[in-house]
């Protein structure tokens, strides 16, 4: 057992005397040098500000300043909203800059001519497919499961492959970007994924310049992001077929052909910057027509 500091007897007490100890142990402590490393919260140092890269939309980058390096990044929204948009310009604008980028695709909905006309470059891009085994490989290794639990493993399957994925390869580094899309997972099975998962990624990603993207319908992350962004439903832009097609021997019709969307994204949580939250900005997203 260690010694302690001081006794009593050192001080020359008597322990009838109450008062005159309590006295001298004031005294005594008051006389100790208090901890270096004891400094208020007003003299700490501010953390670095994180490198900043294009999210290929002019309008979020002016919104949010960009996608933090070495962070965790959160977009989410409904369905058709235009997170797979933000999602691609995202990678476009990564193998742009020469950089490799992987996508973790849960649903296995990538669509790689879509990403091609987006302007990824494909060469550059690891496309990992998350799926389960088809209904005849499971009854034939469980004979005995029934079709409800096949459809829970179904759904469960994907994003368990898909989270182990992404954790290997924050480990092993050497990618600019790593997106993770869960758009395409049920709700309840994406809420179901721990908040120590998404410490986890966090803490791989720090003090690398690997920028983690994490797309889905709901904010699954939370605090752990540090840059959130919620994109909300978009307003439809119509026009005539007839000025689509530039032609006046088009004969008049009233079906309209669907030309673009404006998306309207709001800033949820920014770690990045000292800017106020629940700013919204809007951008928009053009079909492109060929003959």
Known sequence: MASPLFSIDDLGL??????AKSTALLQHFSKQSPVAAIATASRLEVRPAPEMASFGIPQIDALTGGLPRGC??????PESTGHTTVMLAALAAATRRQE????????DSFDPLSAAATGIDLKRLLWVRCGSPSRAMSQKRRPAASLQEWQRRRMEDPVEQALRTADLLLQSG???MVA??????PVKMARRIPL?????FRRAVENKPTILLVVGIQ???ESCASLSLKLSHPSSVFSRQQEILGSKEVPPS?????TGIEVHAEVLRSRCERKSVQSVGAFGSKTAWTA
């Open 254 to 258: 009233h079906a309209e052909l669907f």
């Open 174 to 176: 050497g990618f600019g």
């Open 219 to 221: 904010p699954c992350a």
């Open 14 to 19: 008597s322990f009838g005397a109450q008062d």
């Open 100 to 107: 490799t980028c992987t996508l973790i695709d849960a649903s």
């Open 72 to 77: 965790l990044t959160e977009i989410c929204g």
């Open 180 to 185: 993770l899309d869960l758009a395409g997972v």
């Open 196 to 200: 120590t998962t998404w410490f986890r």
